[in-house]
């Protein structure tokens, strides 16, 4: 009896090895396999997630396997985390689709920080790198470092040079690491005489284009200016920038003209009022008065030269500051250069304040410490 209870249980672990051991297109699974799978025609297919379901699983186990789709690689779970992407050769390589060509670009006019082209790159190692590009038409396009993270990092090649021929340039993008190469094209257009004259032409980024009001081949030569092309419809020069974190005015003449040559919101000390009259689009003078720290705006248009005499043709268009003083911009001389309280001896809106009031330049209630002043 004994002995048949014994042959009992040997035939039930004999049986029970015998089915843990699983062939799939094989009837002979090889003995030290759980799983045997044998095919000549097809592959293993393994679950495909994005990174956000390969998140979103409750309480993986340590080994847990998945292909990430986000990633395009097989990741494992490593009991603290979800391993880096797995290759047989680990490598980087560059998105094609992804190139841009940032900033406006305009024959004559030499490339700075506004003027870039940017490609993402698929990180699977931490690595060095070297992206550049061909010199086409007396400018290029560069950008190294160490990539931050794996998975998908953008890289910014930062321009140099000057355009010479207005011309659409087709540029050879090459990933140093893999010799990888794509192509991107940049418009370069000729000079225009504003920075609304820009925006009509179909600039619509932020940024120092140069400009040439009195046209090619004049008197005056072609200079840079600051064109705010996304508030107010666009198309805006900024013509005097006040921070007081730099200091005041010294004079009326200082405040008509200063730092020419470093235009730009962040220039604490910026005005080419003096060049008023070649960079207006229209009969009016249309202006744009903002404080940025109080994010309050004025928009109004007058027919007189607010350097010459009082205000003249004064019509608010948009108008965020309102008071009763309130009515353009005209000469006032002594503490400031440009008044905007018209017949009234306080600074509710000035322009070039020579000394400070109550602690910074004035507007409508109180002070503030930075004015802008656009025109179109």
């Given at each position: 009896?004994?002995?048949?209870?014994l042959l009992f249980i040997f035939s039930l672990i004999c049986g029970h090895s015998i089915i843990a051991q699983v062939g799939i297109g094989t009837t002979n699974p090889d003995p030290s396999s759980i799983v045997d799978i044998t095919s000549d025609s097809a592959g293993l297919l393994l679950p495909r997630?994005?990174?956000?379901?390969?998140?979103n699983i409750a309480a993986p186990v340590e080994g847990l396997f998945i292909y990430n789709l986000d990633s395009s690689c097989f990741q494992y779970y490593k009991g603290t985390g979800w391993s880096d992407c797995l290759a047989e050769t680990p490598k980087?390589?560059?998105?094609?689709?992804?190139?841009?060509?940032?900033?406006?670009?305009?024959?004559?006019?030499?490339?700075?920080?506004?003027?870039?082209?940017?490609?993402?790159?698929l990180t699977n190692v931490?690595?060095?790198?070297?992206?550049?590009?061909?010199?086409?038409?007396?400018?290029?396009?560069?950008?190294?470092?160490?990539?931050?993270?794996?998975?998908?990092?953008?890289?910014t090649l930062?321009?140099?040079?000057?355009?010479?021929?207005?011309?659409?340039?087709?540029?050879?993008?090459?990933?140093?690491?893999?010799?990888?190469?794509?192509?991107?094209?940049?418009?370069?257009?000729n000079v225009l005489p504003t920075c609304l004259d820009y925006y009509n032409a179909g600039s619509l980024s932020d940024g120092v284009y140069l400009v040439d009001p009195d046209g090619p081949g004049a008197n005056n030569a072609p200079y840079e200016c600051y064109c705010d092309m996304t508030n107010d419809g666009g198309g805006w020069t900024l013509?005097?920038?006040?921070?007081?974190?730099?200091?005041?005015?010294?004079?009326?003449?200082?405040?008509?003209?200063?730092?020419v040559a470093s235009p730009g919101i962040t220039t604490d000390k910026y005005s080419i009022l003096s060049k008023l009259d070649e960079i207006k689009s229209n009969v009016p003078y249309e202006f744009r008065l903002h404080y940025p720290l109080e994010g309050l705006t004025n928009h109004w248009s007058q027919t007189s030269d607010p350097r010459v005499g009082p205000v003249g043709g004064y019509v608010p268009?948009?108008?965020?500051?309102?008071?009763?003083?309130?009515?353009?911009?005209e000469l006032s001389g002594g503490n400031t250069y440009l008044d905007g309280s018209v017949n009234s001896a306080s600074w509710f809106y000035s322009i070039g304040s020579v000394n400070q009031y109550q602690g910074g330049i004035p507007k409508n209630t109180g002070a503030t410490n930075h004015v802008q002043l656009f025109i179109r």
């Open positions: 009896m004994k002995q048949n209870i997630l994005t990174s956000m379901q390969r998140d980087n390589s560059i998105d094609c689709t992804s190139s841009a060509a940032n900033g406006p670009y305009a024959t004559g006019s030499t490339l700075n920080a506004y003027n870039s082209i940017t490609v993402d790159v931490i690595e060095t790198y070297t992206i550049s590009t061909n010199t086409i038409n007396g400018y290029s396009f560069s950008g190294s470092g160490t990539f931050s993270a794996i998975g998908v990092n953008t890289i930062m321009g140099s040079g000057t355009p010479i021929t207005a011309q659409t340039d087709t540029f050879i993008i090459t990933f140093d690491n893999t010799g990888e190469t794509c192509t991107q094209d940049v418009i370069i257009n013509v005097f920038n006040h921070n007081i974190a730099s200091g005041y005015w010294a004079n009326n003449a200082q405040a008509n003209e200063f730092n268009i948009n108008i965020s500051m309102t008071n009763s003083y309130w009515g353009g911009l």
